[in-house]
């Protein structure tokens, strides 16, 4: 759980997108995923699952879960982000 001091504010969920790769490793950067974060910790990351002959599909990662492996993709970041951010408050409101 968080130790806040009387005062503190609490940590917001927050989406931000994953730093651009610089200097030659821009040349072949791959997708740029979003981060779900809270007080600076990374806690679900939203990525590009690519397979040959498929449409680009979208997942997400974290909190103990991956819904590739769960056999769950989506089709746009906007919706992974959405049932992650669900997962996330779901796992709050346990108090975990």
Avoid at 12 to 32: F, H, I, N, S
């Amino acid at each position: 759980m968080l130790n806040l001091k009387p005062g503190d504010r609490k940590p917001q969920l927050r989406w931000r997108r994953e730093p651009a790769a610089t200097g030659l490793a821009r040349v072949a950067q791959r997708y740029r995923g979003y981060e779900l974060r809270s007080g600076g910790e990374i806690l679900i990351r939203v990525g590009m699952a690519r397979r040959a002959g498929c449409p680009d599909k979208y997942y997400w990662y974290g909190l103990e879960r991956n819904t590739l492996r769960e056999g769950l993709t989506f089709d746009s970041p906007e919706a992974a982000q959405s049932h992650a951010m669900e997962a996330a408050r779901a796992r709050k409101d346990d108090g975990k």
